[in-house]
């Protein structure tokens, strides 16, 4: 029932906003539904056990000639990116009703839109009902940075678009032929996608074509060329989305399909991909080095980032996907707070150019003070979000090759370098021209700012609450790959 | 006991709540006290726990709560309490109230008290937490925590983009070396499957000395020790990170941080004596640091800069001492130079606060006439520096020569080079900064006065201690019980049972000769540094003067900060251009847009089939049926 009515509510509220069109109340109507959200699916943490793994299904019957079944369910790990989504989306929209856009009931309700997809996505357990989520998650992106995005926003949102479609066009590919090699009667259900019998062959061509969906939206290096342009130009609460939440649906499908699925094909392969991943993880610190701009920065930043957890998907240890599952929330928390900060800088000063900034702490130590725990936490300090990830993927992939690990970590180096050159030159130094008169936050602004630093200690000191809940998915996913 | 421990974590971190998060409210001058108060209730505390567990055997775990737990891995906020983390915990406390409270005196006029004390309490947290850590992964949460407060002490003063470049550069050495710690650390799980200090420590000893895999581990926490205790490679952080206000420098650039990597190579002493070579490699890196730092230190002259490269080879001392065997003389050199080098700082922070902010010595000079206190307890650090008896340096000091006399005759004589060196360049600076005339501008000299009690108090506490310190671990010629030794020698009491070669200590005769030898020489390397600068002071650096190739080159500390920037700095830099502009753009988005451009061109050409004459679909159709019939015909 929950999970029903954590897919039907956003739509309720999407269409109602659309319908609104005094800005004060479509404001309210957005904050208000988003928060209620996050007070069902909070009630729905209330209702899980860790006992069964997965849990508050929803059977909605389904259409036997076409095989898919409208079933529904969440386990540890679906529930904590259900949990993530309708945890960011309100804080989001928190900092979006600063900006003044036009058309905002289109806006909001595109958000509720993309809301209701993301947790199909997470919650769907049938590949077809996937498949429908995910590219209904595109849409409202799409038209969320094609309008209300900056520069160059067309050409770049359509690349965007037909990147990111042409990957979920393979999916679909695959998805079909899945479908055929299923035990009979045939279905897209995912107990019994899971279970198609496949030859080694086939199931590398299966896993070519998921993984080309997955690595394009998570992205995995070389596939990432569309993020930063897109991060950079869409609207500040659309690269919120996108980066806190979206590519998750990436992540998510490696672990609910591809491990499952082609588990053979995973430990052939996983090599070359734990090599790509981390190609691409320095690939991307090593060009985070010079970005002139604070919005690209953090973009490749979170390029590093996601290859590490992509990395550690393909280890396929234990420690590695408990590290993956952390890192997930704790990747969504932090950028979503980096994104938050340069959004405030952004409204204040009209640029995120950062050689045009300086001494911001001086004139806003608040601001200051939240930009250094995101940071701290992306930097993976000890005792924030970021560590345990790092640390438990980095041990999982330790655990497979002690020469990858060691190259792995050098990202924590660079991130270091990275993130401290960008902190120094926006923060510190004298104030310049333009941030001489700048502002500190208003408690308005800091709102949607504390739950995130909330998160950051929690995750950091007491992970295990979040270990705890993934804990049996996780097992039964290695059960695919171990037996 | 689980709750007082608790209690001497929670203090320094309570206060940094306080005066971090009510940074408006609270009055600056409640906050200094409220922060120099909660260091020393932990100081309290920790007296308190240390003759509390003086009479248990054996390491005590106190469990706080459970950090990290999966199936295969368990990580608990557990703490340690033994003699070697009781002796930190007191240098800790105790050093770091007194430098709280010189903090108030020197910071009172700076508009960042409130964050200053905050940053000063929260390195104190982490640094206890370093050592009352009972496995590796709290002890990386300490180790990591005192690197991001060097970072923000260092950077103080922010709108100084120097200060900052010092800053990031400290953060990051540091974390070159955290890698190889948390390297070091999956191994150590790999190989243990744990993390906790007390159950490697068991399993190790089943492993035979020599093994790779502890050499792997040893070498790679060894980088983290480098990394955290500037040696050779990664100590030119420290010079720079000077450019923090001088308690920090006291506080986290001499007595407490830098010795972390002591700490921790002491606590895992039974890895090490189980991998001769890394003992060997410490051996090494810590004579050659001791001898370079104090040449460099020669040259210099910024006071504080100095002191760095002096703690360096201090440093560089302790680690020969670990490298040897002699956990405990490394243990005694670390608190000695707690006291003196602090000591020495505070002096330096008076003169520096005297003056005005000057830190360069040639402009300084008869100083001893307007900082009389000042002066004698300056005096005090740097005879004990020197490691002239009856101070406490000379103790220390004592015991990691005898040390490497029973390791080799060359070993102990370099060890006595790097003696001489220290005591040339400190009493170098004694003579410039305190004799002779001053050499400022008369404007300066009126305006120099005597630091407020706040500030003579500590250091008058700390000079007492630098004297007297050396009571703690007296030679055995001496005729009188070592305390240290006999308190601390359970510690090490397995892992020098394992060592294979146990350190061939010179008998008392020798021992005596020897000190006595070492000491002729300081008295007369004195004289000659009087003869130098004690009067006819004589500048080095005067551009004037034609400067030879290898003096050029001490004075620019070897280039090596330059032959760091042209290997890793510029390259890197380099690298993200190429990165971005050529790869990036235009390589991997080229072929990406390249494919959705020849996607266009296809659909362009073939555009030209749909031609909308029935007849020519017809064709076409007719001309597809022909060649399906022919495929046909060939198959048969």
Same mark, same amino acid.
């Given at each position: ?370 930009? /250094?725990?995101? @940071?701290?936490?992306?930097? &993976? =300090? $000890? *005792?924030?979000?970021?560590? %345990?990830?790092? !640390?438990? +993927? ?43 008169? /700048?502002?500190? @936050?208003?408690?308005?602004? &800091? =709102? $949607? *700012?504390?739950?995130?630093? %909330?998160?950051? !200690?929690? +995750? ?24 | ?636």
């Amino acid at each position: 029932m929950i999970t029903g009515l954590l897919i039907i509510f956003p739509l309720i509220c999407a269409l109602i906003l659309f319908l609104l069109n005094t800005e004060k109340w479509i404001k309210i109507i957005a904050v208000a539904g988003s928060v209620t959200q996050f007070l069902i699916s909070a009630y729905g943490l209330f209702l899980f056990t860790t006992k069964c793994n997965c849990q508050l299904l929803l059977y909605l019957g389904s259409a036997e000639n076409l095989g898919i079944s409208l079933r529904f369910g969440l386990d540890g790990i679906s529930l904590l990116l259900v949990l993530l989504t309708t945890f960011l989306i309100p804080l989001i929209i928190l900092t979006t009703i600063q900006h003044r856009y036009r058309n905002p009931s289109a806006l909001y309700g595109l958000i509720m839109l993309m809301e209701m997809a993301f947790i199909g996505v997470f919650s769907a357990y049938d590949g077809m009902l996937f498949y429908i989520f995910w590219e209904l998650a595109l849409i409202p992106a799409y038209f969320i940075c094609a309008i209300w995005g900056g520069n160059d926003r067309i050409r770049i949102t359509l690349k965007f678009f037909i990147y990111t479609f042409t990957g979920s066009l393979f999916m679909l590919v695959g998805l079909i032929y899945l479908f055929f090699r299923t035990p009979l009667p045939h279905s897209f259900d995912l107990h019994s996608l899971t279970s198609a019998i496949l030859s080694s062959k086939e199931q590398a061509w299966i896993f070519l074509a998921f993984f080309l969906a997955f690595a394009i939206k998570i992205p995995i290096f070389p596939l990432h060329t569309w993020q930063p342009d897109t991060y950079t130009v869409a609207p500040s609460g659309g690269t919120m989305i996108l980066a806190g939440i979206m590519l998750k649906m990436g992540i998510y499908g490696l672990l609910r399909f591809l491990l499952p699925i082609c588990p053979i094909v995973m430990q052939n392969w996983g090599f070359i991909i734990i090599i790509l991943a981390v190609v691409g993880i320095i690939y991307a610190s090593i060009i985070a080095i010079r970005q002139k701009d604070l919005k690209r920065l953090v973009a490749y930043s979170s390029i590093a980032h996601v290859g590490l957890i992509s990395a550690g998907v393909f280890t396929m240890t234990e420690i590695g996907l408990n590290g993956v599952v952390i890192q997930m929330i704790s990747h969504g928390i932090n950028i979503v707070g980096l994104f938050m900060i340069i959004d405030r800088i952004e409204i204040r000063l009209k640029t995120t150019e950062i050689s045009r900034l300086g001494g911001i702490a001086l004139k806003a130590p608040f601001l200051a003070v939240f930009f /250094m725990i995101f @940071l701290l936490g992306s930097i &993976a =300090l $000890p *005792m924030t979000n970021g560590f %345990i990830g790092e !640390f438990l +993927i980095l041990l999982g992939i330790f655990e497979y090759n002690h020469w990858i690990a060691a190259v792995t970590g050098i990202t924590i180096i660079l991130s270091a370098v990275y993130m401290l050159r960008m902190y120094q030159q926006t923060m510190f130094g004298e104030p310049v021209e333009l941030t001489s008169n /700048m502002k500190d @936050l208003t408690w308005l602004e &800091a =709102l $949607p *700012m504390i739950p995130l630093v %909330i998160m950051v !200690f929690w +995750i950091g000191i007491f992970p295990g609450f979040y270990l705890h809940l993934a804990e049996p998915a996780i097992k039964e996913m290695l059960y695919f790959v171990h037996g | 006991m689980t709750f007082i421990l608790a209690l001497i974590l929670c203090f320094p971190l309570a206060g940094f709540l306080l005066s971090g998060l009510g940074f408006k409210l609270i009055p600056p001058r409640i906050t200094a006290i409220i922060a120099s108060g909660t260091i020393l209730i932990s100081f309290l505390l920790s007296v308190f726990t240390t003759i509390f567990t003086q009479h248990l055997t054996g390491p005590q775990i106190h469990h706080l709560f459970t950090w990290i737990s999966i199936n295969r891995i368990t990580l608990n906020f557990d703490l340690l309490v033994d003699p070697l983390t009781c002796i930190m915990l007191l240098i800790i406390t105790g050093v770091g109230f007194i430098i709280h409270v010189y903090s108030i005196g020197y910071m009172k006029e700076d508009k960042g008290q409130n964050r200053f004390f905050a940053y000063m309490n929260l390195f104190v947290f982490s640094m206890l937490l370093l050592v009352m850590a009972s496995n590796y992964a709290i002890m990386f949460i300490g180790w990591e925590g005192v690197g991001l407060c060097s970072y923000l002490l260092i950077g103080f003063w922010y709108k100084d983009h120097n200060f900052n470049n010092a800053a990031k550069k400290a953060f990051i050495m540091n974390r070159i070396g955290d890698l190889g710690f948390l390297l070091g650390m999956f191994f150590l799980f790999t190989t243990f499957g744990s993390l906790d200090f007390l159950k490697i420590f068991h399993l190790a000893k089943n492993i035979p000395a020599g093994s790779g895999i502890l050499i792997a581990i040893t070498l790679l926490l060894l980088l983290g020790a480098v990394g955290k205790s500037a040696q050779i490679p990664l100590y030119t952080w420290l010079p720079d990170a000077m450019a923090g206000p001088t308690p920090v420098s006291a506080l986290i650039h001499a007595a407490t941080m830098v010795t972390a990597g002591v700490y921790m190579v002491a606590r895992s002493s039974i890895l090490y004596v189980l991998a001769p070579s890394t003992m060997m490699v410490i051996i090494f890196v810590g004579l050659f640091t001791a001898l370079f730092a104090g040449i460099v230190a020669i040259f210099q002259n910024d006071i504080k800069k100095i002191l760095a490269y002096s703690t360096i080879s201090q440093l560089g001392y302790m680690f020969m001492a670990l490298g040897l065997g002699a956990f405990t003389g490394a243990m005694f050199h670390l608190t000695t130079h707690a006291f003196f080098k602090a000591l020495l700082f505070l002096g330096a922070g008076s003169v520096i606060h005297a003056l005005k902010g000057e830190q360069d010595i040639r402009k300084m000079g008869g100083l001893r006439k307007y900082l009389p206190k000042t002066w004698w307890t300056f005096l005090i650090g740097t005879i004990s520096i020197a490691g002239i008896p009856p101070f406490a340096g000379f103790f220390s000091k004592d015991e990691i020569l005898s040390a490497a006399f029973g390791n080799s005759l060359i070993l102990w004589a370099f060890a006595v080079v790097g003696v001489v060196l220290t005591s040339f360049y400190m009493f170098r600076m004694l003579f410039l900064v305190f004799s002779g005339a001053f050499r400022g501008s008369d404007e300066k000299r009126e305006q120099i006065n005597e630091s407020s009690v706040a500030m003579i108090f500590p250091m008058v506490i700390l000079a007492f201690l630098s004297f007297a310190g050396g009571l703690m671990d007296l030679p055995e010629y001496t005729g009188i019980s070592s305390w240290l030794s006999s308190y601390l020698n359970p510690v090490f009491a397995d892992s020098m049972a394992l060592m294979q070669s146990s350190p061939h200590l010179p008998d008392q005769l020798t021992e005596l000769l020897l000190a006595g030898f070492t000491m002729t020489t300081v008295l007369i390397v004195i004289l000659i540094s009087y003869s130098m600068f004690g009067k006819n002071q004589i500048l080095s650096g005067d551009k004037k003067v034609e400067q030879s190739f290898i003096k050029r080159l001490v004075v620019n500390k070897f280039f090596i900060d330059e032959l760091y920037e042209i290997l890793v700095v510029k390259p890197t830099m380099y690298l993200s251009d190429v990165f971005y502009r050529w790869v990036e753009v235009r390589f991997i988005d080229r072929i990406i847009n390249g494919i959705g451009n020849l996607a266009i061109r296809v659909g362009n050409i073939l555009r030209f089939l749909q031609t909308g004459h029935v007849g020519f679909y017809l064709f076409v159709m007719v001309l597809g049926i022909i060649g399906i019939l022919i495929f046909n015909i060939m198959l048969i």
